[in-house]
């Protein structure tokens, strides 16, 4: 996710914020209901990590962004 976030960061010619730092709002958007953030523990030498999904349309994000 922050390899795309980094695409998408070099394409507006902005600073990319750091990886904890969008950790940190990915977890608030969880907490808010906007995203749903699941742990996912692979095992002894599979490495864990966490996915991150839009629990609505990101066409309705991108307008309430839009809004403020």
């Not at 709002?25 to 095992?43: D, N, P, R």
């Not at 996915?51 to 990101?58: G, I, K, Q």
């Amino acid at each position: 996710m922050y390899d795309a976030y980094e695409n998408v960061v070099s394409q507006t010619n902005t600073s990319p914020l750091s990886y904890d730092r969008v950790q940190r709002l990915l977890k608030e958007q969880a907490f808010l209901g906007i995203t749903e953030s699941e742990y996912t523990g692979g095992g002894h030498g599979e490495g864990s990590y966490r996915v991150h999904r839009l629990l609505r349309s990101p066409e309705v994000v991108v307008e309430a962004l839009d809004r403020e």
